[in-house]
């Protein structure tokens, strides 16, 4: 389970950005750190890259559902990253790059649900499972149209947001090399399975003849034990 290493990596990271993006203020070490006002942004690379500060009370990309559905989000998110993490640990035998990408799935997914389970009570704007999360990534990329509604850049996301898709594009190349390498073993297994009854009927065309050439013997040891007498 090594890999929870990356895992936990991945949560530190995405933490750390949305706490220095949103500001986090921690009274017993004295630490205050005063981040963006929701809204506000940082050009990187002209208008293609900024950091823009925005709380998405929905899920992943900006997508929201409605606030109907906020509770139920929270919950089903906790409950997919239980789900992941039990079987993440049933699959922990199994090969290296479908525990990469569960690991990587399951960092991000982790990120943003405490956002949305307890960030509303730590900056003290909402009840348990009611806050919202932090997205910052701002691409300016192209228009594009998904369930039938149009967008004029790609939505605003976060770091969990980038290690879910990484981990998602990971585990689909995986499943199709691991179908190439099954389909190879199933082929090879069969002509192993065609081929071993020509080798039993080898051997067992050796005993025979193994049988008939004592047999043989003994009868030239009969004939030469009758002429002596």
Known sequence: MRVLYLTLSVLIIDQVSKFYIKGIKIPFLNFNHIGMYPGESIPVIGNFFKITFIENPGMAFGFNPGSDYKLLISLFSVAASIALLIYLYAERNKQLSLRISLALILGG?????????????????????????????????????????????????????????????????????????????????????????????????????NNSTGNTDDVENDKGEEISL
């Not at 998602?168 to 069969?190: G, K, N, P």
């Open 109 to 209: 997914a982790i990120g943003n649900v405490i956002d949305r389970t307890f960030y509303g009570i730590i900056y003290k704007y909402a009840p348990l499972f009611y806050g919202k999360v932090v997205d910052f990534l701002d691409f300016d990329f192209f228009n594009f149209t998904i369930l039938g509604r149009s967008y004029d850049r790609w939505p605003v996301f976060n770091l969990a947001d980038v290690s879910v898709t990484i981990g998602v594009l990971i585990l689909i190349l995986f499943y199709r090399h691991h179908e190439e390498d099954t389909e190879t073993s199933a082929v090879s297994e069969d002509d192993n399975n065609s081929s071993q009854p020509a080798v039993e009927g080898t051997e067992e065309n050796k005993r025979d003849m």
